[in-house]
């Protein structure tokens, strides 16, 4: 009774924010319940400091967690701003049992009501709100984003895209009527039958993390699978696990507050040297699959796996198209920007620039190739030589693996004769002296250079390329996103004709478009709510941030029906 | 012009039946725009005399089609009512062409507005009723259907499961805003976008028919994924070709009509002998395949096919389970109907009874497992006996396969000294001497011939186990629903606590369940809009008639944004 009273009382706590979630989907307009900036004035002066406190007594002792079948603690996370091991073990547990427990109580939790399994989800964002000053410093020292991205970034944006999955779910459980009354003659007969209807999750979801940028993929997949009825396994990168553990422990903690078995939301971690995914990916418990990652592995598991849900994203090449500009300046600071944030580590972090190689129209006239070339660079240079921009900006080089791709391309272009038009090279970061940076390499190339400007580069790495046209580089763009993939694409031009020829080749080879936009808002920022992330057209991923096909069939529908009886 | 007036006047003609559809769907009351009764009373003197012509005139002559890739004309349809080749040829063509064609004007047909689309699919429908006639003797002498079957069945509860998922694909769609104003501050900058939502058809559908229903999952899938914006391959199945003709032959009219590609939707036939169905699976611009047909290749499907969309609908074995009755004769009737109905060549047909061995508790006092089991027997005499019931409710025996499948029981059953309660004989069709008939086996049995009742058998051959106990029953049977996969399950119980115990187990294994179902309407009658058909949690199929899953990722969402230019 008690119980129920505080489940009526969690559902009327979030009904307005999911009915304003609901609106803010279909009309995809710009909505959040949560502030994205960590400004004092908004948080006042304690939060941050406690926030700080939280994510230090983290470090160098085990995190705590009372999951089932723990064999080891294992932990070997590296700040990329110290370059040091933050010192934190996590259990390393039998995925059998993890399976076994997360299913022991599955029926339970279908039995709860779509509205409060909703709500608890609303819940759990509220608290990772709360959490969000230590959450910032935590995925900051993972990897490498700086403190006011992993601020918003990974907290109020990387929530309003969980609770955007919440709402289609939502929409498509609402969908289905509890119960109807048929009624109907069947030659002089009058047949009356009541029908019932019953949502039945899957079963198990695994959700595979990433390791640059862990929870904006994390939360529309555990939000849209545990409000539809499943329960979540999150089995973080091995070099990015603690954000996710503060999220499966904040999920524990109110599921046991609330009444549930906290096991309906567990952590899987494993380590570099021996991967553990295939053990759930194989188990027949496991019905549901979110991956985030490398294209290689999630087109490995996209050619595997038969008889089960899977969603995927992955990473593509992301093009530039320059046709023509009002303001060169504007509009190479936007893609310079773009190319610094997270030093290119983002998925939707543009790799190729593409330049008529007679140059371009501009409000002020013509300017060439190289001009236009020479403003991104200098663009460029102007948030890399300012360490306080460059550190708000780049932040960190997480994985070692980019600092090879720099290098491989650096030695590539040396060795074909590329233009180098800026070399990469660390910046100082102004409060971490030992911090791993990097600030964009630039390579002018034409289109004979293509098996290299093609290939996905995961990192600062930007490729200019002297194309024939417009219209050539636009093809050229449209095909890369059909063959390599892309999530964003983004074209500057004043010419309509030539943007009203190319939008629909764009969206048929499902690349997402930005066209023209400069100023203050990141060319690369993706609003939940409002932009959809991924369209499922290209190799760059099968699933959508979020669309109702994204949560439709978490569920299942199974019905009874009998007659009524006359009273 | 012209066609823009026309597109306008189709969609305001089907905007009420549209509306009137998705509130059926999401009440999930009683609901249909037709009539399933072929009664001239309905439908006048003159429609049935003229459908009889027009099917009459198809015989023995070749089904023009002017398909794309043309290789030869084939055609090896037998008619079960009079066991004589129909003598239609129809063209076989070659895979690459059709698919080249599908996809020629794909991208006007995905120009069309969802609502031009979902119109012209209602507009398909309204044809096909209008050539239900015609349709209801092409059903009967292709698949065995009686005639009032093939004329409801196969007639407008087939359009009505067809125009339930164009609903849902309304939904689906219509739950995309076309475009939205995105406004937002970043720091002192106050952007303003403009956002542009492109639903972008995945690519060519394939809908492959099964050969005793062809138009039941047929029109749902067409619907679909026409509506949505794909183009349509229809391949039936070589033995029940003529039904799926009629409906290319009609989507055809009706494209050209309006100004669309004919080959939006093509034919594919093929034989018996070189099935051709492989070569459009690997094809890699078919991305969408829905399949209704054998558990066989339908696993052979679900556990290959990776990267493309998989609707399955195969088959599983159905039980009832007998625990106790109000009125014996009245639930034996339902039972015994629903065996006799089509021959038990339905996916909903029972094939396992049980009742336990003790016996059950009936209104009327104690009656034994014995009376039980005879009174089963004696109603599906009481329906075989008589030629002209027996014809209407039993129709032919559409394919050697199930005579062999009664032989095959039969033959186990005396050899494994099995009660054999009802022998399995022709019975008299009053019309068509020369009819391939067979009226219901039943043999008795308990839980140790498990391995018999409990693999499909696709013909009339009924079991009736003696059980342990009705708890024992209903585990036996959720456990079969489970492993064997089942589409409709049935119990008859006086016992709410006994039924309470049970439903949601039923639920768990995906078992639609009629509960004490008893009088005029079929037991196994499954109205779209209302009856959810399949669950995609046991082996008999991934698919639902219908539900947002059914629809949600048959298209993708691309988008554009850029800055609203100040005015």
């Known amino acids: 009774m008690i119980i129920d009273n505080k489940h009526t009382a969690l559902i009327v706590k979030h009904k307005s924010t999911l009915e304003e979630a609901i609106d803010a989907v279909k009309t995809r307009k710009n909505w959040s319940p949560y502030k994205d900036s960590p400004s004092t004035k908004i948080h006042g002066p304690e939060k941050p400091v406690a926030g700080k406190s939280a994510f230090e007594a983290h470090l160098n002792k085990p995190f705590n967690m009372d999951l089932p079948g723990i064999i080891e603690w294992v932990g070997e996370e590296i700040s990329p701003f110290t370059q040091k091991p933050i010192g934190i073990t996590y259990p390393l547990c039998d995925p059998e049992s993890i399976v076994f427990s997360a299913k022991k109580n599955m029926k339970e939790w ?7 399994r909703t709500s608890l989800c609303l819940e759990i964002a509220d608290r990772m709100y709360e959490r969000n000053f230590e959450m910032a410093h935590s995925v900051m020292h993972v ?13 109020p944006n990387a929530l309003d895209r969980g609770i955007e999955a919440l709402a289609y779910a939502a929409i498509a459980m609402d969908n289905v009527t509890p119960e109807a009354q048929y009624q109907r003659s069947f030659g002089r007969e009058q047949v009356n039958l009541e029908k019932t209807y019953t949502l039945v999750p899957r079963g198990v979801a695994l ?23 499943n329960s979540v396994v999150i ?3 091995p070099i990015a696990i603690l954000p996710m553990a503060i999220v499966v422990d904040t999920c524990r903690t109110i599921l046991t507050e609330y009444g549930f078995d906290p096991n309906l939301v567990t952590l899987s971690v494993d380590t570099l040297a021996e991967p553990i995914a295939g053990k759930y990916i194989e188990h027949p418990d496991v019905q549901i699959i979110d991956f ?24 593509g090449v992301n093009s530039v198209v320059v046709e023509s500009v ?7 600071r936007a893609i310079a920007r773009a190319t610094c944030l997270f030093s290119a580590q983002m998925c939707t972090s543009p790799q190729v620039v593409y330049v008529p190689k007679e140059g371009i129209n501009t ?5 060439s190739f190289d001009e236009v070339a020479e403003t991104i660079v200098s663009e460029i240079d102007a948030i890399a030589e300012d360490p306080k921009i460059a550190s708000g900006v780049m932040g960190a080089i997480q994985g070692k693996v980019s600092l090879d791709v720099v290098a491989a391309a650096t030695d590539m272009a040396i060795c074909e004769g590329l233009s180098i038009l800026r070399k990469s090279s660390p910046y100082k970061h102004p409060d971490f002296p030992n911090a791993r940076t990097l600030t964009p390499l630039v390579i002018a190339v034409n289109h004979e250079h293509k098996e290299m400007y093609s290939e996905e580069r995961f990192g600062p790495v930007l490729f200019i390329v002297a194309a ?20 964003s694409c983004y074209m500057y031009s004043t010419n309509e004709y030539f943007i009203e020829r190319w939008v629909d080749v764009y969206a048929q080879v499902g690349a997402n478009l930005t066209i023209n936009l400069t100023g203050a808002m990141w060319i690369n920022f993706a609003a939940a709510y409002s932009d959809y992330h991924v369209t499922g057209l290209n190799p760059a991923g099968n699933a959508c941030l979020a669309d109702l096909s994204f949560v439709a069939s978490r569920f299942r529908i199974a019905q009874r029906r009998r007659p009524i009886k006359e009273s």
């Open 110 to 116: 279908a039995k709860a009501s779509p509205e409060l």
């Open 143 to 155: 990897t490498g984003q700086s403190y006011t991205q992993a601020f918003s970034g990974s907290g």
């Open 207 to 229: 959700v595979i993390c990433c390791a640059s940028f862990p929870t904006w993929n994390a939360y529309p997949a555990i939000f849209a699978s545990l409000s539809t009825g």
């Open 235 to 237: 089995k973080p990168h």
């Open 292 to 315: 985030t990652g490398s294209p290689r592995y999630g087109s490995y598991l996209e050619s595997t796996i038969t008889k089960k849900l899977l969603y995927t994203e992955t990473a």
């Open 326 to 332: 009002d303001n060169l300046t504007d509009s190479m």
């Open 363 to 367: 409000a002020e006239g013509h300017v």
């Open 468 to 487: 024939e046209s417009g219209d050539s580089a636009a093809e050229d763009a449209t095909e890369l996103a059909k063959t390599k993939g892309t999530i």
